[in-house]
């Protein structure tokens, strides 16, 4: 099966940062995107910023110039590099994979992590 393992949240100060990575592992035939998203207390879950094997990220725009996401597509790790916090930015943050796990899966699937908590103090 697949797993995904993220890392790296904490509680910073406000004008901090924080670095987020999560890992893939498990059966993975084709991967179609990573990213990330986030829940804050009593809110939905939102996309921060997601990147597709090969092209262009796509970010919230509440975080568009201070977080960063990257990929590493032999390991299937992202890393998402978090800028200038603000309490805002407090929620727990998701890890998402859509990929096929077996090249007889026709469809790609949603896998998410267990999270992490990004707290920012003010």
């Known amino acids: 099966q697949v797993q995904l393992v993220e890392s790296g949240g904490g509680l910073v100060q406000s004008g901090g940062s924080l670095t987020l990575s999560c890992a893939a592992s498990g059966s993975i035939f084709s991967m179609a995107s990573m990213g990330w998203y986030r829940q804050a207390p009593g809110k939905q879950r939102e996309l921060v910023a997601t990147?597709?094997?090969?092209?262009?990220?796509n970010y919230a725009d509440s975080v568009k110039g201070r977080f960063t996401i990257s990929k590493d597509n032999a390991k299937y790790t992202i890393t998402l590099q978090m800028n200038d916090l603000k309490p805002v930015d407090t929620a727990v943050y998701y890890c998402?994979?859509?990929?096929?796990?077996?090249?007889?899966?026709?469809?790609?699937?949603?896998?998410w992590g267990p999270g992490t908590q990004v707290t920012v103090s003010s």
């Open positions: 998402k994979a859509e990929l096929r796990p077996f090249h007889y899966e026709p469809y790609y699937q949603t896998y």
């Open positions: 990147i597709p094997p090969f092209g262009d990220a």
